[in-house]
């Protein structure tokens, strides 16, 4: 068996091909696109002998995995961060990265990566697309609360953007360009509000048959919408063989440091999927104000739920139980204790 490490870049792929006992038996690149991916299967083909090949994870990994395995290789994506650990290199070019890929390859130790079916992909792909065009609305009226206030004119109303809103801003008298660029955020805002529509109403309608969503909506703090997000960003929930481990992936686990009668809770791992930890991080907010959870997350003596902070960082969960080493926040405990499980 060949084992063929590979180093993706914008306009190649290096590969290095290693036999069973590490002596190399070809080092070359390709084109990373279709037609390139083929004329390597079919170079590498003449050595009549069955592949494993490791590409790190990033942009374009998979698309090289996908292709390649149309042609009979065996592809796995390896974690760039553990990679790193497992190897650490003095000096690093692409080739001596494809070099390493493909001796982890062949001593079996590539940290491969779950990757997700096409199915799963298209559910995150509309969900991570809904949230870029909700933060460039949120960019956009904030840039036009902006213009307000450089020209001393606060927003006397809580909504901006409704109907009074509209009447205000159509009633201001702003110099240029600002005029200008304040009308030119608005009908960019009116689309946006369009797409956003658009996307959410088939969001529900795929969600409706989602084998998911129906349990995490009756979590406190989550609607359909983020329950879809949730949903997509942990695609199959029966690879983490227990709860712990679905939290851990998250990367909501504080960090902790050990040593002797010392015990401390540094910051947050934030390792894993950034869409996950925002979604789970905003449906904790939201439960903030949920009667189960709003005395637990007030501030002591003013009995405001607007601040999420626990009452004390040696807090219990909502059943009892004190926090364990490694844990996730009390934040993030409720929501993913209820994790829906596999069928």
């Known amino acids: 068996m060949l084992h063929a490490g590979l180093d993706l870049s914008r306009r ?5 091909l290693l036999d069973e006992h590490g002596e190399s038996v070809e080092v070359g690149a390709a084109p990373p696109d279709a037609d390139g991916l083929c004329g390597l299967a079919a170079r590498v083909g003449r050595h009549r002998q069955p592949l494993r ?22 592809v796995e994506i390896a974690d760039a961060v553990k990679v790193k650990g497992l190897a650490p290199l003095a000096c690093k070019t692409d080739r001596i990265d494809a070099w390493v890929l493909a001796e982890l390859s062949r001593r079996d130790l590539v940290p491969a990566i779950w990757l997700p079916d096409p199915t ?31 020209h001393g004119k606060p927003c006397p109303l809580s909504d901006l953007f409704g109907l009074r809103g509209r009447d205000l801003l159509a009633a201001l008298q702003l110099p240029e360009p600002w005029a200008c660029d304040v009308a030119a955020s608005l009908r960019l805002i009116d689309e946006l509000n369009r797409e956003i529509a658009a996307g959410e109403a088939e969001l529900r309608r795929l969600g409706a048959d989602h084998r998911y969503v129906a349990l995490l909506t009756t979590i406190p703090g989550i609607a359909w919408v983020l329950a879809y997000t949730i949903a997509a960003e942990i695609g199959d929930i029966a690879r983490f063989p227990t709860p712990r ?21 540094g910051p947050l791992s934030k390792n894993g999927p950034r869409y996950l930890r925002w979604a789970l991080i905003e449906a904790t907010t939201h439960a903030c104000t949920h009667p189960l959870y709003r005395e637990r997350y007030s501030e002591p003596g003013n009995g405001s739920a607007s601040s999420a902070a626990p009452r004390s960082p040696r807090s219990t969960s909502p059943a009892g139980s004190p926090r364990r080493s490694g844990t996730c926040s009390p934040t993030t405990a409720p929501l993913l204790r209820q994790a829906p499980r596999p069928p």
């Not at 990367?251 to 401390?264: F, I, N």
């Open 245 to 265: 481990k679905l939290v851990g992936s998250t990367g909501l686990c504080p960090r902790v440091y050990q040593s002797g009668a010392s015990d401390r809770r």
């Open 120 to 150: 799963v992909r298209a559910e995150r792909e509309r969900a991570r697309f809904r949230l870029h065009l909700v933060r460039h609305r949120s960019s956009l009226k904030q840039r036009v609360h902006a213009s307000l206030l450089t």
């Open 12 to 16: 190649r792929l290096d590969f290095h």
């Open 53 to 74: 090949a490791a590409i790190e994870s990033m942009n374009g990994a998979r698309f090289v995995h996908d292709q390649l395995e149309l042609h009979g290789w065996d």
